[in-house]
């Protein structure tokens, strides 16, 4: 069963004049698949996005996530499911900046009210392996970029979600950090088997991917596998980009 079904999903923001965000998108992800979505700006990602992580509805179209349909659930039980189903990476890292590393990471147990005992030794295996132990006291503030990208993604993988949901999460960050990062997704997708689903504008990062779909106005464009190479992936991610007429991160080609 996959772990996630887009069927059919359009999304049309009505205004003056209304936009038709996402037009007729259907797609599958199997578990422990790892998908990029890249696109040129306003091709509907993070409608997308948003759309399947329950923040925004379709406005016709179904999202399945391990196969519940979460815009069928009242509010109070897709709040639920998001809390325990998903996890989220954000651009902006969304820490709570009162809260130390370790207390950020172990929010997801913590509103499910998990003994102290074993919140703590999971974030201590999960800091010890995404290289945050020495920070797990520190605040968000004392830390860098790289760092906190990493305890978003402990607190995003802490309670084994079915889906990890990421919207640019090497936006914020230089080349070194955002290696670290990808680095870090790579080997929590490996060894946890997470499914995940990135948007990215940056080609670097989506070649740690196995598959990117990529969007145009609103539909599925094309979507491009990995192999076994990523040096040639990165690059065929470019060639996709351009032909797509987006703008293509060229500093990223200086990361390989
Ligand atoms: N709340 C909204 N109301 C009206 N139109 C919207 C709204 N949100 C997005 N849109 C429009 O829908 C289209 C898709 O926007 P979306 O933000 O999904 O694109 P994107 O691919 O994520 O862009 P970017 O890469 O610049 O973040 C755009 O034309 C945008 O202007």
Redesign the pocket.
């Known amino acids: 069963m996959a772990v996630l079904e887009v069927r059919e999903c359009s999304k049309i ?1 009505e ?1 003056t004049i209304s ?1 038709r ?1 996402l037009d007729n998108v259907s797609f599958a992800l199997e578990r422990g698949e790892f998908v990029g979505i890249m ?10 996005l948003n759309v399947i992580a329950t923040i925004d509805e379709p406005t016709s179209g179904d999202v399945v996530v391990e196969g519940q349909h979460p815009h069928k659930l009242d509010l109070e039980e897709m709040a639920l499911f998001r809390r325990r189903e998903l996890g989220f990476i954000f651009q902006h890292f969304n820490l709570l900046d009162t809260l130390t590393v370790e207390e950020n990471i172990v929010l997801p147990l913590t509103l499910d009210g998990a003994p102290v005992a074993e919140m703590k030794k999971s974030s201590l295996e999960l800091a010890r392996r995404l290289d945050i132990e020495s920070v797990l006291h520190k605040f968000p503030q004392e830390i860098s970029g790289g760092q906190m990208q990493r305890t978003a993604i402990a607190r995003a993988m802490i309670h084994h979600p079915s889906l990890v949901l990421a919207d640019e999460p090497t936006g914020n960050l230089d080349s070194k950090a955002s290696k670290d990062v990808m680095e870090a997704f790579g080997m929590m997708n490996r060894e946890e088997r997470t499914t995940i689903l990135m ?1 990215t ?1 940056d080609a670097f990062a989506a070649s740690f991917c196995h598959r990117v779909l990529f ?1 145009k106005d ?1 539909r599925l464009y094309n979507e491009i596998y990995r192999g076994e190479n990523r040096q040639a992936f990165f690059q065929k991610i470019i060639d996709m980009m351009s032909l797509l007429g987006g703008e293509t991160d060229h500093l990223s080609s200086i990361r390989l």
């Open positions: 923001y205004g936009t965000a696109g040129p700006s306003g091709s509907g990602k993070t409608t997308l948007v504008h969007i609103g």
